[in-house]
């Protein structure tokens, strides 16, 4: 490990990733591997505390109980710190600033308010996030589409069966990269979240990771990680 770091002593660390979050972790379709963000953070956080991470895909129905039995040691995949969440597993301290926006078609007129007022927008997001919370607050009376992953939302999106997708911009960037000209944000809806990794509760790895993220930051790397990705300009 890097000097006044934690040791960890070469420990295995099992990673749950989703695989469908770019650009925090998806399939890389050249390689038929997961890259993202979280890829190579978790990488450069175990190098500096001497561990090795196992990268394991979990589907996000569900992760918060898993995380809570203690079925992974670390969840990485772009997750919106909440009081409530928090109550039933750890936090990192976070890593970077998210607002939350209606991704819709390249050919879309509407405005956000307009689709608002318009009783025949269909809207979608991902079942359990922050962002169905969000799109519920936002749409009030409309009944919004909850897809397993965000994937499955910008497919759906993509073949016109929603109108817009309620998703973090950063999230919203990854899919507009992967989908060439086929999407873009028609406006904001709700502001100010932070993401943070998750841990099981008590988890002696949270202060561990939080010192490994202090060097980073301090150094520069995050930063660099976080341009090389896309999550800051």
Do not use: H
């Not at 394991?56 to 918060?64: H, L, M, R, S, V």
């Not at 809207?123 to 749409?139: D, H, L, R, S, V």
């Not at 873009?184 to 502001?191: C, D, H, V, Y």
């Not at 090389?228 to 300009?233: A, E, N, Q, T, V």
């Amino acid at each position: 490990p890097v000097g006044g770091l934690p040791d960890l002593g070469g420990k295995t660390i099992v990673v749950a990733v989703e695989n469908a979050y770019p650009p925090f972790n998806s399939i890389d379709q050249a390689t038929g591997k997961g890259a993202g963000w979280d890829y190579d953070a978790v990488t450069e956080i175990c190098k500096r505390l001497n561990c090795v991470p196992e990268f394991k895909e979990a589907a996000w129905d569900g992760i918060f109980p898993a995380m809570q039995a203690g079925e992974f040691d670390m969840l990485a995949d772009g997750v919106t710190f909440t009081e409530e969440r928090a109550k039933i597993v750890s936090f990192s301290t976070p890593y970077v600033e998210v607002n939350q926006y209606l991704l819709v078609r390249a050919d879309e007129t509407r405005t956000v308010e307009e689709m608002k007022a318009d009783a025949n927008a269909k809207i979608g997001t991902q079942i359990g996030t922050t962002n169905e919370i969000a799109a519920k607050e936002y749409f009030t009376g409309k009944e919004i589409q909850s897809f397993e992953d965000f994937g499955a939302a910008v497919l759906a999106l993509k073949s016109s069966d929603i109108d817009g997708v309620v998703i973090d911009n950063i999230a919203a960037a990854g899919f507009m990269k992967e989908n060439e000209g086929a999407f873009k944000l028609a406006g904001q809806i709700a502001t100010g979240e932070t993401l943070a990794f998750v841990f099981p509760p008590n988890s002696d790895l949270t202060d561990a990771v939080n010192a490994a993220l202090a060097d980073m930051t301090a150094d520069g790397t995050l930063e660099q990680l976080n341009k090389k990705w896309g999550l800051i300009p």
